[in-house]
């Protein structure tokens, strides 16, 4: 991490971390990667209610995660920071690969 941080600049990033802290938002955004989708998309996607998926896509693109392109009665939403996908890569990676050595300890025990 960058040493010249500043108080400022470190808010800003533990907001973007509270950001990405919810379930939901990380589903939306997962479903997002994938290319543009309507709301409609979302909630079939998702699962979870219109206004819910709509809720979280508001507070998305407030903080500049997504963009929204209105066609019609209809909005489409599409990635915003696509440097998103490296970080969550990043911490999807390391999950995966302390799971697999956790399942290996364990397996490890029942021989």
């Known amino acids: 991490m960058n040493t010249d941080m500043t108080d400022e600049m470190l808010e800003l990033i533990a907001q973007r971390f509270r950001l990405l802290a919810d379930p939901m938002r990380l589903k939306i955004l997962h479903q997002l990667q994938q290319g543009e989708r309507s709301v409609t998309e979302l909630v079939a996607?998702?699962?979870a209610s219109q206004p819910n998926v709509?809720?979280?896509l508001s507070t998305l693109r407030s903080h500049g995660m997504v963009k929204r392109r209105q066609q019609g009665n209809l909005a489409y939403f599409?990635?915003?920071a696509p440097f998103i996908f490296d970080l969550c890569?990043?911490?999807c990676d390391g999950?995966?690969?302390e799971w697999e050595q956790k399942q290996r300890l364990l397996g490890?025990?029942?021989d």
């Open 45 to 47: 996607a998702t699962g």
């Open 54 to 56: 709509s809720k979280h």
């Open 78 to 80: 599409s990635i915003g």
């Open 89 to 91: 890569n990043t911490v």
């Open 95 to 97: 999950m995966r690969s």
């Open 108 to 110: 490890a025990g029942q």
